[in-house]
């Protein structure tokens, strides 16, 4: 679907376009203004797509969200989403970031019933996390490491 449109064949209503994404309006929006930013390059999800492309991906999904509070639509506030995977509710297999406006009132709810999590657990959680990361770690950002030290049971 999203290629289709990238490539001309398929109709959308196109907000911005630049030589690695493009933003076009979402035809079942959460609410009016409601934007998707799309990769150029096809990656089902984010195992798939380049570093890079991510980056500027979410570079552009922050200036839409700048423009949803200036353009006049109804904006009191803004919602970034990927959901990468079926598990994360991905519909449409080509990596996408949804950027729409919220406002007091709106149908959109987030219904999840969070429960406070034991340190203990926490502290092992971060722990499996940043030794996964680890292959990661020479292309990030910052070289900033925390202990590398398993948790305690």
């Known amino acids: 679907m999203f290629c289709d449109i990238i490539e001309g064949r ?3 209503s196109l907000a911005f376009q630049d030589d690695v994404a493009i933003v076009v309006m979402d035809s079942n929006p959460v609410n009016p203004g409601h934007a998707l930013v799309i990769s150029r390059v096809h990656a089902t999800g984010l195992e798939d797509l380049d570093e890079q492309v991510g980056a500027h991906m979410w570079r552009v999904a922050h200036r839409v969200a700048l423009g949803l509070r200036r ?6 506030g803004v919602n970034v989403l ?4 079926e598990a994360a509710l991905q519909e ?11 406002f007091e009132g709106d149908n959109f709810v987030v219904d999840a019933d969070c429960e406070p999590r034991d340190r203990r657990l926490l502290n092992q959680e971060a722990w499996a996390l940043r030794e996964a990361m680890k292959a990661f770690a020479s292309q990030a950002p910052s070289s900033v490491m925390l202990p590398q030290r398993a948790p305690t049971a």
């Open 92 to 102: 449409i297999f080509h990596t996408h970031i949804h950027v729409f406006p919220r």
């Open 71 to 76: 353009s006049g639509l109804r904006c009191e």
């Open 10 to 12: 398929s109709e959308a």
């Open 82 to 85: 990927l959901g990468d995977g």
